[in-house]
T-cell receptor
Framework: RKEVEQDPGPFNVPEGATVAFNCTYS??????FFWYRQDCRKEPKLLMS???SGNEDGRFTAQLNRASQYISLLIRDSKLSDSATYLC??????????FGRGTSLIVHP | DTAVSQTPKYLVTQMGNDKSIKCEQN?????MYWYKQDSKKFLKIMFS???????INETVPNRFSPKSPDKAHLNLHINSLELGDSAVYFC????????????FGAGTRLSVL
């Protein structure tokens, strides 16, 4: 099993839709979790950290499920500008951040 | 001012050549990284330096040699380029106990012909 797994998608949704992605991790000792966003032909940028209690930033909500070893990202009221690849990053307890392969989101009019 | 800048942005070269990519960060961070993102978009760490000292060296051919003259700079030299080296190379930096909050450069798109 890969350390960090994501469904590559693409998730194709209309504007205004709610969409959710999951990211599963294999190391139960993983300590911290993050979502990054990468636009086409651009660099990854931190979107949000994922806290144990869950956290929300505007239309974006991140959740952690330690029992099932996954994190999720929920986007409400999708905008065209949300189209991007969403990468999850897991701290597996080493200096090496482990990136998932990313989930591609396409929001269409 | 760009926080993490890398040059060149594009690099097209022939197999067998030697090339370098430069990276500089003005964030005052003490840790810098090189990542490779292949055609399948998989982002994989290659090296990490903390205060000019190598702390991570993943399974990377020794044709790749990083150099950190100071904690604000991390350069990547590649010898004897191969077709499989074609990828986007990202430099990144982070600070202290927030290692996983990383700031990336815009990437260098390397094409080996």
């Amino acid at each position: 099993r890969k350390e960090v797994e994501q469904d590559p998608g693409p998730f194709n949704v209309p504007e205004g839709a709610t969409v959710a992605f999951n990211c599963t991790y294999s190391n139960s000792a993983s300590q911290s979790f993050f979502w990054y966003r990468q636009d086409c032909r651009k660099e990854p940028k931190l979107l949000m950290s994922v806290y144990s209690s869950g956290n929300e930033d505007g239309r974006f909500t991140a959740q952690l499920n330690r029992a099932s070893q996954y994190i999720s990202l929920l986007i409400r009221d999708s905008k065209l500008s949300d189209s991007a690849t969403y990468l999850c990053v897991v701290n597996t307890g080493s200096y090496i951040p482990t990136f998932g392969r990313g989930t591609s989101l396409i929001v269409h009019p | 001012d760009t926080a993490v800048s890398q040059t060149p942005k594009y690099l097209v070269t022939q197999m067998g050549n030697d090339k370098s990519i430069k990276c500089e960060q003005n964030l005052g961070h003490d840790t810098m990284y090189w990542y490779k993102q292949d055609s399948k978009k998989f982002l994989k760490i290659m090296f990490s330096y903390n205060n000019k000292e190598l702390i991570i060296n993943e399974t990377v051919p020794n044709r790749f040699s990083p150099k950190s003259p100071d904690k604000a700079h991390l350069n990547l030299h590649i010898n004897s380029l191969e077709l499989g080296d074609s990828a986007v190379y990202f430099c990144a930096s982070s600070q202290g106990d927030e290692l996983y909050i990383q700031y990336f450069g815009a990437g260098t798109r390397l094409s080996v012909l």
